[in-house]
């Protein structure tokens, strides 16, 4: 029986009890509960694969790998915000761009940098993302500029990053 056949179900079943004038107290909520799980809206397919990658960064910087159902919903959040605001829109690129903001982590401030769970990173997204993207402070900002400018250079005349640039 799927989801929403047992509510379905249900709700036939406790308004047949109603007319026998019989007690559905209970059988109403477990009835709102299932309705309530239908509406969920499914976590991305990358969740698991985002969950993983967040403990690795956590445990690189010598945290503990702690993720509790508040952490995890939060992840739920970020990706879907960030497939919202992608170029592509989809689930891959959601996953791409969080894997962007850990490497790119350390742009993001001294304030934001030692906010690492994924709560606060969800609630400072667009703070974090801006701070990546055009840098933490003016001194960033303008080092972020002239790498972008000797990467250009270097790609116009064919040259690596060797020794000397």
């Known amino acids: 029986m799927t989801l929403k056949e047992e509510i379905k179900w249900l709700d036939g079943y406790i308004k047949k009890l109603v007319k026998q004038g019989a007690e559905v107290v209970v059988l109403r ?20 694969e985002a ?10 910087h010598g945290l503990p790998a ?13 990706l879907s915000k ?14 791409e761009s ?9 742009r993001v401030g001294a304030y934001l940098e030692k906010r690492k769970q994924l ?10 993302i801006d701070k990546i993207k055009h840098g933490a402070t003016k001194q960033s900002s ?14 116009k005349y064919n040259r690596g990053y060797g020794a000397n640039g």
């Not at 969950?51 to 690189?60: D, F, N, Q, V």
């Not at 969080?98 to 350390?106: E, G, K, N, S, T």
């Not at 303008?142 to 990467?151: C, Q, R, S």
Request: hydrophobic share 40%; proline share 4%.
């Open 29 to 48: 909520a477990i009835l709102t509960r299932l309705k309530r799980q239908e509406k969920k809206e499914p976590p991305s397919p990358y969740h698991s």
């Open 51 to 60: 969950i993983g990658l967040y403990k690795m960064w956590l445990e690189h």
């Open 66 to 78: 702690i993720v509790d159902a508040r952490q995890g919903n939060a992840m739920k959040e970020i």
């Open 82 to 95: 960030l497939k919202s605001v992608s170029k592509d829109k989809t689930e891959e690129s959601a996953f």
């Open 98 to 106: 969080f894997q962007a903001i850990l490497h790119h982590w350390p």
């Open 119 to 128: 709560t606060d990173i969800n609630a400072k997204l667009l703070e974090i």
């Open 142 to 155: 303008n080092i972020m500029e002239a790498d972008k400018v000797h990467g250009e250079l270097a790609k």
